[in-house]
T-cell receptor, first 112, second 113 residues
Framework: GQQLNQSPQSMFIQEGEDVSMNCTSSSIFNTWLWYKQDPGEGPVLLIALYKAGELTSNGRLTAQFGTTRKDSFLNISASIPSDVGIYFCAGTAGDSNYQLIWGAGTKLIIKP | EAGVAQSPRYKIIEKRQSVAFWCNPISGHATLYWYQQILGQGPKLLIQFQNNGVVDDSQLPKDRFSAERLKGVDSTLKIQPAKLEDSAVYLC???????????FGQGTRLTVV
C-alpha cells in the first residue's frame, strides 16, 4: 500500500532555532496536511495544502506542497518550548478513496 | 464551536473482556473516522463512515472489532474480545466531507492487561 516517509524521526534543538521536517511519498498526492500531537491529546491540524507548489504559513509555521506532488515540508522558525511534540504529515492520494495516509511522525525535543 | 467529543478518556480491561468507545463528531460533519494509534506510531485508520454508511473498513479486524453510526451522528466502536495487542489510543475524527480536513478528539487510551 501507499506509504509516507517522514524525516527526521526525532530532533533535538535549542530554543530559538529553526526546524525543518519533510515527508515524501512514492505516488502523487492531492492533499498534504500537517498535524501536531501533544501527549495525551489527539492530533491538531496545523496547515492544509491542496495545490502543487502551494506555500502556506500559520504564524511561525510554514509548509509547502512540493511541485512533484510527492513531497511536502514543514518549517518552524524561532522554536519555543511549546513547540515540543510530535508532528505528523498526512495526505490523500488520487486513488485512495480519500483515505488519509500518515507518516510515522517527527518528535521535536527542545534542549534545556 | 464544540470539538469532537470522546469517552471514556481512559479504560483498563482484562484480555478477553469487551469494551466500547463513544464519539460525538462536530455538528454537521458527514465523515467520521476511527483510528488506532499504538505508542510511537502514527494513527492507523480502522473505519470511515460517510453519514451512516461505511466507506472504508479494510483495516478493521472484523473478527473482534465492530463500529456503527446508526443515525449518521454519534458513533460507537466495540472490541470483543480484547487482546493485549489492542492496547492503544483510539482516536475519533470528523470532517465536513470526504477529503476535507479531519478534526480529532482527545482519544481513549485503552490498556489491556
Amino acid at each position: 500500500g501507499q506509504q509516507l516517509n517522514q524525516s527526521p524521526q526525532s530532533m533535538f534543538i535549542q530554543e530559538g532555532e529553526d526546524v525543518s521536517m519533510n515527508c515524501t511519498s512514492s505516488s502523487i498526492f492531492n492533499t498534504w496536511l500537517w498535524y501536531k500531537q501533544d501527549p495525551g491529546e489527539g492530533p491538531v491540524l496545523l496547515i492544509a495544502l491542496y495545490k502543487a507548489g502551494e506555500l502556506t504559513s500559520n504564524g511561525r509555521l510554514t509548509a509547502q506542497f512540493g511541485t512533484t506532488r510527492k513531497d511536502s515540508f514543514l518549517n518552524i522558525s524561532a522554536s519555543i518550548p511549546s513547540d515540543v511534540g510530535i508532528y505528523f504529515c498526512a495526505g490523500t492520494a488520487g486513488d485512495s478513496n480519500y483515505q488519509l495516509i500518515w507518516g510515522a511522525g517527527t518528535k521535536l525535543i527542545i534542549k534545556p | 464551536e464544540a470539538g469532537v467529543a470522546q469517552s471514556p478518556r481512559y479504560k483498563i480491561i482484562e484480555k478477553r473482556q469487551s469494551v466500547a468507545f463513544w464519539c460525538n463528531p462536530i455538528s454537521g460533519h458527514a465523515t467520521l473516522y476511527w483510528y488506532q494509534q499504538i505508542l510511537g506510531q502514527g494513527p492507523k485508520l480502522l473505519i470511515q463512515f460517510q453519514n451512516n454508511g461505511v466507506v472504508d473498513d479494510s483495516q478493521l479486524p472484523k473478527d473482534r472489532f465492530s463500529a456503527e453510526r446508526l443515525k449518521g451522528v454519534d458513533s460507537t466502536l466495540k472490541i470483543q474480545p480484547a487482546k493485549l495487542e489492542d492496547s492503544a489510543v483510539y482516536l475519533c475524527a470528523s470532517s465536513l466531507d470526504r477529503g476535507s480536513e479531519a478534526f480529532f478528539g482527545q482519544g481513549t487510551r485503552l490498556t489491556v492487561v
